[in-house]
């Protein structure tokens, strides 16, 4: 009944969230770069504006059609001195492959692992139901210096960038 619900929310609009007010992101667990080097994604978003992505793996289809318009516009990006670092529970050596055979521009984009669903968890992308079931959702954040600048959690993949760009140029170093 609670999976119902849920579900229901979703389709309603309910639960889909786009928030523009920063707030603090606390800490993170790390995630698995695809050469199984630990990343701490709160740490980079320091450096320079981080989209954060959290994806439902390589099977996911929306998941790799988003995946393949952000790096179309690696250049944006890159002219926005924005990285990107998305994390599914997918492990390193498939983040790896999903990098070579969708020829992810690794300057822009990392592709990371997850594999225990920690951080999923601690943004809330993973539930665990009450009947023990997993919920699962996708989520699309713009991290910058441990703020969360925007933030979006829905049942699909985020496909349209527009506003995506509109914060970056607006927080652009």
Known sequence: MT???LVA???AG???SNTYAQRAVGSLPPVLSADSISVDIVKRSYDQPLIVIRFL???CSHC????VAL???ASTFTDLNTR???FSNNPPSKCAEVMHDYHIDTSVIDICSDTDNACSRALGTTITEKDSSTTDLHA???LDKGQVVLEHYSATPLMSFASVLDVLKRIRR
């Open 64 to 67: 790799m059609q988003q995946l």
């Open 3 to 5: 999976r119902f619900i």
């Open 14 to 16: 309910l639960c889909i």
């Open 71 to 73: 790096n179309e516009k």
């Open 9 to 11: 929310c979703l389709f």
């Open 84 to 86: 990107i670092i998305a």
């Open 140 to 142: 699309f954040l713009i």
């Open 57 to 59: 793996g390589s099977l």
